[in-house]
């Protein structure tokens, strides 16, 4: 998208601060299903938060509330403050980017890109250079006289992106924007996406189910599950500190292991498992002894033949080593419990990791993670 | 396999022939010559030449006509409005609508035209726009035409994508900006495809006028049977011709407008 003179997007930025969102249990039930099961989430004025989840989770639901396209059964919803629940969507300081993008088919990409702006009443002398400015922002504007129908995949997405952002919306709902295109184009129109937030400065609610998607593109993201969101952080502290067995199985692989607490000595816990008495640390939350418990571990938090074993350090058999490239995959079995390593390509010595050889495995207190359930 | 396929082609044109023999007939003979008989002694225009002369026609014409227009414009309004009706707000007993919908189109024209007759019978005791004449032709005609252009009009609705009655609202159009510039641009190609069914249908209606008009509204049609009974004469296959010709270049165009895409 296009380069934005300097002066331009500070003024942009400096007086169209995007809009804080404040939502406290909201439910949305269709008959006896909840598809909103009390969602509390409070998003930051320009921020770029995404909502990432299962396909059928309440994403899409959560979405047309704050639209004002659906309505609520219980909750409250403000936005910058201001009880929104009321008021219809077309009085509300939001637009949205649709997952079909629901251009319209009987309307020129510019008649489309105007369309807000007319129905605001502004004069066309007011319209034109917002709607000019605008498609050059997407880089739309050799497309300006074009059907829909005329359009591919990618140039409709950008009519339906400024189509919404040429309303200068406080908040920019986004549902599964870039889901229907191709892999390629979904990498570019990220980085675009994200630059475009930060440019302008709005508040932007992204959808996605694409995990990796969600941890490039966005300052925090809820990862909702059933109508409910389970945990809200950025995507680096979701990763390294995911809160239960659903948040760390969803974004990327992870090992669980399920154990007993024996011992606490101040930070440290030990915890009886089937690989062995393993070492962590505590995080919040207290764990009498005795109660039941699952850490995590990230593959690649896992070490094999440590220089110097540590605790944590366990005698094992490796299964499997798949080569994938820049990485390579190994499965363990340590103790009848099966656990995924990987390892950098380069860093695997020819030779000394074959399946069938017995190495040592180590988990690092640091990276076990302790999880709810 | 090649026997029968020869087979069936020739069955088809046997069919078609069938079909369209005593039109081409009618059509043939609005070009020939010769007063009366069967015989061909060259073509002519006298016949189509002496329809524009001919005061009886122009006034059965003109009763056809501001019929036709009336009554399509009053089914296109209220045919719509029915169809909006019906796929937006009805959401309990659509199917029972639904189906009433369709009876009219079923029904023989003779009962419905006894049944309006019987209908404008009663009204005339109260109101006395019902008198027999242009207002009764043109009420019963709009009986008819609505269904027609309900049921086009509803299956553009319903192939209509939901959610860009959704995108207007929420680039903050209101719902009658909403109607005004995304439904109704979008159902146009529907509604007048609909309004070409209910003008041809109305312009070819005899059953219906002919029950429902009184003196002085004597439309095409029925001009047509009334001169037939003293015999047909060559004028009446050039106005048969022409009427044709109507029907058939506002139904193809209703269906090129039907086939235009939605989306
Ligand atoms: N209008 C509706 N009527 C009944 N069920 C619905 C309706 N809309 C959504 N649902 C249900 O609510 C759940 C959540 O839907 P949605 O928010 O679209 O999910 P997501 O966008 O996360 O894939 C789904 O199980 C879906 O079947
Ligand atoms: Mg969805």
Redesign the pocket.
């Given at each position: 998208m296009q380069q934005v003179p300097e002066a331009t997007a500070s003024r942009k930025s400096s007086d169209h601060l995007g809009a804080g969102i404040e939502g406290v249990g909201l439910v949305r039930a269709?008959g006896a299903?909840r598809?909103l099961d009390g969602v509390s989430v409070s998003i930051r004025p320009g921020e770029f938060f995404s909502i990432l989840?299962p396909?059928?989770?309440?994403?899409?639901?959560?979405l047309r509330v704050i639209a004002g396209l659906d309505s609520a059964d219980a909750g409250s919803l403000s936005i910058d403050g201001e009880e929104m629940l009321a008021i219809p969507a077309n009085k509300r300081p939001v637009n949205t980017v649709f997952q079909s993008y629901a251009l319209f088919p009987h309307l020129t990409v510019r008649d489309n890109v105007s369309f807000g702006l007319r129905m605001k009443g502004l004069s066309p002398g007011e319209v034109a250079p917002r709607v000019e400015r605008a498609m050059e922002l997407v880089e739309i504007g050799p497309m300006a006289g074009r059907k829909p129908a005329q359009l591919s995949g990618g140039q409709k997405q950008r009519v339906a992106l400024a189509r919404a952002i040429v309303n200068e919306p406080r908040v920019l709902l986004l549902d599964e924007p870039l889901a229907a295109l191709d892999l390629r184009l979904r990498r570019q129109l990220q980085t675009e996406l994200r630059s475009l937030q930060r440019r302008l400065g709005m508040t932007f609610v992204h959808?996605t189910h694409d995990q990796e998607e969600a941890l490039a593109m966005s300052d925090r993201i809820a990862v909702m599950n059933a109508g409910r969101i389970v945990q809200v952080a950025s995507g680096r502290e979701l990763y390294e500190r995911p809160k239960n067995r659903f948040v760390a199985q969803f974004l990327g692989a992870c090992n669980l292991i399920p154990g007993t607490v024996t011992a606490r000595a101040g930070n440290v816990l030990t915890v009886a498992t089937n690989v062995g008495p393993l070492e962590v640390r505590a995080g919040h939350g207290t764990l009498p002894a005795s109660s039941q418990v699952t850490l995590a571990i990230r593959p690649e938090r896992v070490r094999l033949n440590p220089e110097v074993p540590g605790r944590n350090s366990f005698s094992a058999e490796l299964r499997d080593a798949m080569f994938t490239g820049a990485e390579t995959q190994f499965t363990l079995s340590v103790a009848e419990m099966a656990l995924r390593a990987v390892l950098a390509s380069e860093s695997v010595g020819a030779g000394s990791l074959r399946p069938g050889s017995a190495v040592v495995v180590d988990l690092p207190a640091s990276a076990l993670i302790v999880l709810e359930d | 396999m090649r026997r029968s396929s020869w087979f069936n082609s020739a069955v088809a044109w046997a069919v078609y022939a069938l079909l369209y023999a005593p039109i081409a007939i009618v059509v043939v003979f609005s070009f020939n010559a010769a007063r009366a008989g069967m015989e061909w002694q060259g073509a002519t225009l006298d016949w189509y030449r002496r329809l524009f002369v001919n005061e009886q026609v122009q006034s059965a014409l003109k009763v056809s006509l501001i019929v036709a227009v009336t009554s399509t414009a009053m089914a296109a309004v209220l045919g719509t409005t029915l169809a909006l009706a019906l796929e937006k707000h009805m959401r309990r007993g659509r199917e029972w609508v639904n189906g009433l919908l369709a009876v009219p189109v079923f029904v023989p024209d003779i009962v419905l035209a006894v049944a309006l007759l019987l209908f404008f019978g009663l009204m005339r005791d109260w109101f006395k726009v019902f008198e027999l004449g242009l207002t009764t032709i043109i009420a019963g005609h709009v009986t008819f035409q609505i269904p027609f252009v309900a049921m086009v009009v509803r299956a553009r609705l319903a192939g209509m994508d939901p959610a860009l009655d959704e995108a207007a609202r929420d680039l903050g159009a209101t719902s009658w900006q909403v109607f005004r510039h995304v439904t109704l641009p979008l159902l146009m190609p529907g509604i007048v495809a609909g309004a070409m069914l209910a003008f041809t249908l109305s312009l070819d209606d005899f059953v219906v006028s002919f029950f429902s008009g009184g003196p002085g509204s004597t439309t095409l049609p029925v001009y047509i049977y009334s001169s037939v009974k003293r015999g047909v004469t060559p004028e009446i296959h050039a106005l048969s011709t022409l009427l044709m010709a109507v029907s058939v270049i506002a139904t193809v165009v209703a269906m090129m407008l039907q086939r235009r895409d939605v989306r």
């Open positions: 269709f299903f598809a989840g396909s059928g989770c309440g994403k899409t639901t959560l959808v | -």
